[in-house]
Each structure stands twice: as structure tokens, then as C-alpha cells.
């Protein structure tokens, strides 16, 4: 075995024509046309730039680092370092060693925080934009209307209450992602859970002159879990079911022990929350735990949805090892299915 192939990142070494000489295993993975005695071009970039910048490391023999994006059909971007070295054999031969950083998780890292405050921007600048057309209207034409006064009251403390959501979520989902890593060691009562989280739904419920089934509900064995978390996990699934529902229609709430069958492929308890909705199309059902991300945006901000509700049971459900299965059917509602592990079933 090449003492190379225990470098964790791709090594390549080429001569004074930029002919690969030697690569390490990572780089043979990382470059599948590579191979001994292929010019640069061929095997890694022929971006003329990059070649250009291999060459100039050779005529002024000092290391030198560049980035470029690996070809067609891989997605990686790469820091490289270039090294001119003595060869072996001692001969007056120069030749580069290249060593590639995949940037890659840094990339998408600082595109997912710049979407984030591109979306939370987004998300509180159309309320103050509202709530403060309202005031210049009250402080303006308005200001002796009463029954203007009135509606826009109205309208700017529901603008307000979306903003309160809205912080509300962004705080719930930041202290579910730092403790996405703690280890649970306590036992939790899943049935008082699933109370706590219905009796926290039933005046939502009665508004919309809905009704939530718990039938089907089973008496559940202990978990290992974090109580208050779960409960708002089962709070924002139940919401989400009321909110995308029809009016005067039902939310049911099922429970079973699944030994086998179920995503986690372990024992497991499934609890189920089905709804008579609207219905997700297939296509969007994979994006549904993105931050901010709505399959129906006007009336998601009707009901006050803030888009944060799925993405903090995506990170509950992590922290837990469960997994949530979502299958719909436009039109005929939706079902969300929360499988978490049996205790000692890992």
C-alpha cells in the first residue's frame, strides 16, 4: 500500500510537463479520468487559469494555493495547494506535488446562512411594511375615521403577532440545533405528551369548529427523550394539521408499536397525525423541513404560519435518532408519521 493513500485528502504529484507521476487513493476517488502519465489537463482542470498558476509555481519555486470547481458532474470546490519538491531519484527535474481541501461544505455552509438572512429579512420586513403603512394612515387621513381605526388596529396587531411567531420559532429552532448532540438519558411518558400537546391544540381546533380523534390512541411505553421538546414537536404537527385543513373537518391521532416495517428498521413507537386537507403535491413533500419553505404561501401567512414549524421537528426528531415519514395526497389530506426508537432497541 502507497504510504499516500493514508492522507485523508487527494494528493497528486506531477512532473516539469504537468504529467501525473503519482495519486493517492482520495484522489483517484475524486478524479475518475486520473491516471499515471495523463497531463494535468486531462486528468484534473484544463481551466486555463489553473494551469497557468501550476506553471508559475514551477518558475518561481514558491508554494502557492488557488481554488477551482472540479469538472462537469462533481460539485466539489477545491483549495489547492502547490509544492515543488526534489524528486526521488535526486535528478535536476522539477515537479509539483498538488494537495485538493474540498471548500465544498464551507460553500453551501455560507449559502445556507446568507438564504437564512435573505428569508428572515424577508419574513420581517413585510409586517413593518404594513404596520407602518398603518400608521401613516392613522396618523393621516385616518386619523378621525373611527371605524378605520378600528380595522387598522386590527390588521397591525395580527402583523405583530406573525413577527412574535416568527421570533418565537427562530429562538425554538436555535436551542433545538444546539443540543442536536446531547445525549438523552431520561425515560419520558409519551402518553402525558401526547395529552399535553392535544389539550395545547383544542382551542385552535374549536375556532376552525374541528375536532382531533384520539380513538386510535394506545397506551405507549416510556422513551428515552427530552419532554418539553417532544411536546412542541407533536404541538407543531398538530397545528400544521389544523391549520391546512378544511374547516369543520377532523385531525386524527393514532398509535401502534411497530417491532419491524417502520423507517428506523428497529422496534419502535409510531405515532401517526392525519388530517382532511388540502393535500402536499409529491414533488414538494421532500422540502417540507426547510426553513421557511411553504407549499402554500398566502395561507400559510394567514393562519400565521412562520415556516420554521417542520425544519424544528426535523431537528427534534434528529436529537431523538427518530425519523418522520410524510405521505399525501392532493386533495385528500395529508399524513404525518413520527417513529421513535423503543428503549434498548439500538
Known amino acids: 500500500m502507497n504510504i499516500m493513500d493514508g492522507v485523508s485528502v487527494p494528493v497528486i504529484g506531477l512532473d516539469k510537463d504537468l504529467k501525473v507521476r503519482f495519486a493517492n ?3 483517484r476517488q475524486a478524479f475518475p479520468d486520473l491516471d499515471i502519465g495523463l497531463s494535468v489537463e486531462k486528468a484534473v482542470s484544463e481551466k486555463r487559469k489553473f494551469i497557468n498558476h501550476l506553471q508559475e509555481t514551477l518558475h518561481t519555486s514558491r508554494e502557492t494555493t488557488t481554488s477551482f470547481k472540479a469538472k462537469d458532474g462533481f460539485r466539489q470546490e477545491y483549495l489547492v495547494t502547490a509544492r515543488e519538491i526534489e524528486p526521488a531519484d535526486n535528478s535536476r527535474v522539477a515537479s509539483l506535488v498538488l494537495t485538493f481541501e474540498d471548500r465544498s461544505p464551507l460553500r453551501d455552509a455560507k449559502t445556507m446562512r446568507s438564504d437564512f438572512v435573505a428569508n428572515v429579512s424577508h419574513e420581517i420586513r413585510s409586517p413593518l411594511t404594513s404596520i ?28 405583530v403577532a406573525r413577527m412574535t411567531n416568527l421570533v418565537t420559532g427562530l429562538l425554538s429552532l436555535s436551542q433545538v440545533e444546539v443540543k442536536e448532540q446531547r445525549a ?4 419520558v411518558d409519551m ?10 391544540v383544542v382551542p385552535l381546533a374549536q375556532k376552525r369548529r374541528m375536532t382531533v380523534d384520539t380513538g386510535a390512541v394506545q397506551r405507549l411505553p ?15 404537527l398538530l397545528e400544521n394539521a389544523i391549520n391546512y385543513s378544511r374547516d369543520g373537518s377532523k385531525v386524527t391521532l393514532s398509535t401502534c408499536v411497530e417491532q419491524t416495517g417502520n423507517p428506523l428498521g428497529k422496534p419502535a413507537v409510531c405515532i401517526c397525525i392525519r388530517d382532511e386537507g388540502i393535500g402536499i403535491p409529491a414533488d414538494e413533500i421532500p422540502r417540507l423541513t426547510e426553513r421557511f419553505y411553504r407549499v402554500d404561501k398566502s395561507r400559510s401567512r394567514n393562519v400565521g404560519g412562520t415556516g420554521l414549524g417542520l425544519a424544528i421537528v426535523k431537528h427534534i426528531l434528529v436529537r431523538h435518532r427518530g425519523h418522520l415519514l410524510i405521505d399525501s395526497t392532493p386533495g385528500h389530506g395529508s399524513t404525518f408519521k413520527v417513529c421513535l426508537p423503543l428503549v434498548n432497541s439500538n
Open 222 to 236: 416510556g422513551l428515552l427523550g427530552k419532554h418539553d421538546d417532544l411536546v412542541r414537536m407533536f404541538i407543531n
Open 191 to 200: 402518553n402525558l405528551i401526547l395529552d399535553q400537546a392535544r389539550e395545547a
Open 184 to 187: 438523552i438519558k431520561k425515560i
Open 132 to 159: 407602518s403603512g398603518f400608521v401613516e394612515t392613522l396618523q393621516g387621513p385616518a386619523s378621525e375615521d373611527a371605524e378605520a381605526r378600528e380595522l387598522f388596529l386590527e390588521l397591525m396587531a395580527k402583523e
Open 25 to 27: 487513493r482520495k484522489a
